[in-house]
Nanobody, 118 residues
Framework: QVQLVESGGGLVQAGGSLRLSCVAS????????MGWYRQAPGKQRELVAR???????DYADSVKGRFTISRDNAKNTVYLQMNSLKPEDTAVYYC????????????WGQGTQVTVSS
């Protein structure tokens, strides 16, 4: 069973940047697609970005050109670089081991809070 631990969240002003990390333990994630999701208060959890085991990426329209997902298989870690942050990016961010369809799988981390002030 894989455990995921997210970090790197915090409070930042609009226009600022943050880099989130997701460290996996208990299993290697190099053969898995990985995703970053977020959930704002009162809203459903939504997919932000995902990366295949081969490094192909895709993004939600709302973050394209601002966020970059990457992975370091040697470190068993996935990253989310977030630039030009907006107040509407405020949410708890979670990483996830995607299933074979590229959809959310069963393993989630505890999340890291990102708050963007205007």
């Amino acid at each position: 069973q894989v455990q995921l631990v997210e970090s790197g969240g915090g409070l930042v002003q609009a226009g600022g940047s943050l880099r989130l990390s997701c460290v996996a333990s208990g299993s290697r994630i190099s053969s898995n697609a990985m995703g970053w999701y977020r959930q704002a208060p009162g809203k459903q959890r939504e997919l932000v970005a995902r990366i295949t085991r081969g490094g192909i990426t895709d993004y939600a329209d709302s973050v394209k050109g601002r966020f970059t997902i990457s992975r370091d298989n040697a470190k068993n870690t996935v990253y989310l670089q977030m630039n030009s942050l907006k107040p509407e990016d405020t949410a708890v961010y979670y990483c996830n081991v995607l299933d074979w369809r590229g959809s959310a799988g069963a393993y989630w981390g505890q999340g890291t809070q990102v708050t963007v002030s205007s």
